[in-house]
């Protein structure tokens, strides 16, 4: 699986929209784009992924880029829960029932 | 909405002591998989799981581990002789698996500390 870079940490206030960015300049033809989040004291939790286009469900949004060497994940209004380690994980589509490789994600923090 | 569930939350064990960490996938997925996380550390792969046999293992995964499905329902990891260092947060997780995107849903852990 191809190798992922994120910022260590970021912080966001709440209710404000937060954009964490993810790398992914090696990325192959068939990669699929996942992220996780993982909350204080518990498992990590699916998010959203997508492969070239835009996408949005109900945790979040997002968005990739053209080149698809880079994507970001979207949180439209921050709130306290959201506190929690990211990772943008590759995973391809033809490894059917393959690991999650994690590395070590983003740590959003929410300020009231 | 269906979760995964692992016992115990927490559990202390001796040195050299066997351990097994149960978990109850979603009745219906296929693949299972345990994780591990060393405090402060990165959550890392150890054991995928399917048709009754292991299907990938991580280098972490040596003799001293063993996983089984001995009913329907549960998944387990076993450690057959701990040592210090599998002190660790253990996570079960599945997924459906048809669909190579298909999410693992995880369970909230085991935390095991080995005295």
């Known amino acids: 699986d191809a190798k992922t870079t994120q910022p260590n940490s970021m912080e966001s206030n709440e209710e404000e929209p937060v954009h964490l960015p993810c790398n992914h300049s090696?990325?192959?033809?068939?990669?699929?784009i996942h992220w996780y989040r993982q909350l204080p004291s518990q498992g990590p939790e699916y998010v959203i992924h997508g492969l070239t286009s835009n996408v949005n469900n109900r945790m979040a949004s997002l968005a990739i880029a053209e080149d698809r060497k880079s994507s970001t994940l979207i949180l439209h209004r921050a709130t306290l829960r959201d506190a929690a380690v990211y990772y943008c994980?590759?995973?391809?589509?033809?490894?059917?029932?393959?690991?999650?490789?994690f590395g070590q994600g983003t740590e959003l923090s929410v300020k009231p | 909405e269906p979760e995964v569930t692992q016992t115990p939350s927490h559990q202390v064990t001796q040195m050299g002591q066997e351990v097994i960490l149960r978990c109850v996938p979603i009745?219906?997925?296929?693949?299972f998989y345990w994780y591990r996380q060393i405090l402060g550390q990165k959550v890392e792969f150890l054991v995928s799981?399917?048709?009754?046999?292991?299907?990938?293992k991580s280098e972490i995964f040596d003799d001293q581990f063993s996983v089984e499905r001995p009913d329907g329902s549960n998944f387990t990891l076993k450690i057959r002789s701990t040592k210090l260092e599998d002190s660790a947060m253990y996570f079960c997780?599945?997924?459906?698996?048809?669909?190579?995107?298909?999410?693992?849903?995880f369970g909230d852990g085991t935390r095991l500390s080995i005295l």
């Open positions: 799981f399917y048709n009754n046999e292991i299907s990938e």
């Open positions: 090696t990325i192959s033809g068939t990669d699929y």
């Open positions: 997780a599945s997924t459906l698996g048809t669909d190579s995107n298909q999410p693992q849903h």
């Open positions: 009745s219906n997925h296929l693949y």
């Open positions: 994980i590759l995973r391809d589509f033809y490894n059917q029932g393959g690991k999650l490789i």
